[in-house]
C-alpha cells in the first residue's frame, strides 16, 4: 500500500518528512490494528462479506481556505516536514480511512520548498510536485491531466505501485499548495465513486482566494 507520509513527502517538500500518518497509523492510534494493511495476512476475509457502505461528513475549514466532504472518522495532523536543509516545516492533514488499505486525505501548507523551486510558475511548480510524488512512492504515472478549481491552476494524476493505486489533486492558491489524496490496494468502481465524490466537493473559500 503507498504510504501516504511518502506521498506528501514527494509533494510538499522535496526532503526528508517522518512516516508517520501512513506507517505509523497504529501506533499513533489513527486506526484499529486490524484495519492495518499488514493484519491482512494475519486476518482472511470472508468471501462472502461485502464492503461497508462510506459515510460522509462535510469538514468545513474557513480559516484554512477550503471546505470538503470525506469518509466519517477524520484525524487531524500536524506533521514536522523537513526540507533539503533540514529544517523543521510543519504539513497540516487531515486524514479518514474508510476501510482497509483506503485512504482520503488533504495535505496543505504555505510556501513549501517544492512551491519555492517553481518560483513564480505555477506548471513549474505543479511539475516539481507530481515528479517528487513519484519518485518518492516509486510509482508509474498511469495518467494525468491539467485543471482549474475556482480559478486556480490544478494538475491530476493517477499512479501505480506495487502497493496500489494512488489518485491526487494538487491545487497552488497564491503560495499555498493543496493535496487531495486517495490511495487504495486496488481500483474498483465503488472506489472510484467514492474518490470522485470527495475531488468533486473540495471546494476553495472566498476568504483564501481574497488573500
Avoid at 107 to 113: G, K, L, Q, R, T
Wanted: some cysteine.
Amino acid at each position: 500500500m503507498i504510504r501516504l507520509a511518502t506521498v506528501v513527502l514527494g509533494i510538499l517538500v522535496i526532503g526528508v518528512i517522518v512516516y508517520c500518518i501512513y506507517f505509523y497509523r497504529i501506533e499513533l492510534g489513527l486506526v484499529r490494528p486490524q484495519d492495518h494493511p499488514a493484519a491482512a495476512t494475519t486476518q482472511p476475509s470472508s468471501p462472502t462479506s461485502q464492503p461497508t457502505p462510506v459515510g460522509w461528513q462535510t469538514i468545513n475549514r474557513p480559516a484554512d481556505g477550503f471546505k470538503v466532504e470525506m469518509p466519517c472518522g477524520i484525524t487531524e495532523t500536524r506533521l514536522p516536514a523537513y526540507n533539503a536543509k533540514g529544517a523543521a516545516e510543519p504539513v497540516e492533514t487531515i486524514e479518514a480511512s474508510p476501510g482497509p488499505g483506503a485512504t482520503f486525505a488533504v495535505s496543505w501548507a504555505d510556501n513549501p520548498p517544492v512551491e519555492r523551486a517553481g518560483s513564480t510558475d505555477v506548471r513549474t511548480t505543479l511539475d516539481l510536485a507530481l515528479n517528487g510524488a513519484l519518485t518518492r512512492t516509486r510509482s508509474v504515472l498511469v495518467s494525468q491531466s491539467e485543471n482549474v478549481i475556482s480559478g486556480y491552476q490544478a494538475r491530476d494524476f493517477t499512479a501505480r505501485s506495487d502497493g496500489g493505486v494512488l489518485t491526487a489533486r494538487l491545487i497552488l492558491v497564491g503560495n499555498r499548495l493543496y493535496l487531495l489524496l486517495a490511495a487504495s490496494p486496488s481500483s474498483t468502481a465503488a472506489h472510484e465513486d467514492d474518490v470522485n465524490r470527495f475531488f468533486n466537493s473540495f471546494t476553495l473559500t472566498a476568504a483564501k482566494q481574497s488573500n
